[in-house]
């Protein structure tokens, strides 16, 4: 079973933890998220195409990322689940943080933190391996790309990030 630590409202764990996935968090109460935008050296990014057995937006493009386990900071919490999805170690990148967001979903009971890094990492496409029941496939792609599958509504949380793909 899978724990994640609830936050306040500040980005303070409270003690308390949940079930991965049980949507009954009360207002104020927060689960706590990470992404991490690889960009090699020239530029490019990594981005993953979601399974179609995903049960929320299934064949989107993505980076990688996901949940931080009870007990875990932000940083171990990257870390593993681009390691787990892509292959490319990142621990010993300099750290990367950019910023976080939060979203509140009263409604579903999930509301929660993000906190997004970019690693810049000299990596080719031999050294991506995905986690087969996470990713269908990848691609290295360049900020115009990245925009193009934007546009077309099938790139997750890109209007919460594309800062992240500034290169300048």
């Not at 995903?54 to 689940?81: F, I, L, T, Y």
């Not at 810049?120 to 115009?144: C, R, S």
């Amino acid at each position: 079973m899978e724990l994640w630590d609830i936050y306040d409202s500040n980005k303070q764990r409270t003690g308390r933890t949940m079930k991965r996935n049980d949507w009954t968090m009360k207002e104020g109460e927060y689960h706590l998220t990470v992404l991490g935008v690889l960009m090699r050296p020239d530029g490019k990014f990594l981005i993953t195409k979601r399974v179609e057995t995903k049960a929320w937006a299934p064949g989107c493009w993505e980076v990688s990322g996901g949940a931080a386990m009870a007990g875990e900071e932000s940083r171990e919490a990257v870390n593993r689940e681009v390691f787990e999805e892509t292959g490319i170690d990142v621990s010993g990148c300099e750290d990367g943080y950019l910023f976080t967001y939060q979203r509140e979903n009263p409604k579903e009971g999930d509301n929660y933190f993000v906190d997004v890094y970019r690693f810049v990492v000299d990596f080719q496409e031999e050294d991506v391996h995905l986690q087969e029941e996470e990713a269908a496939g990848f691609q290295i792609a360049d900020k115009d790309e990245i925009e193009k599958l934007a546009a077309q509504g099938i790139f997750l949380h890109y209007d919460s990030i594309k800062q992240a793909f500034s290169v300048s």
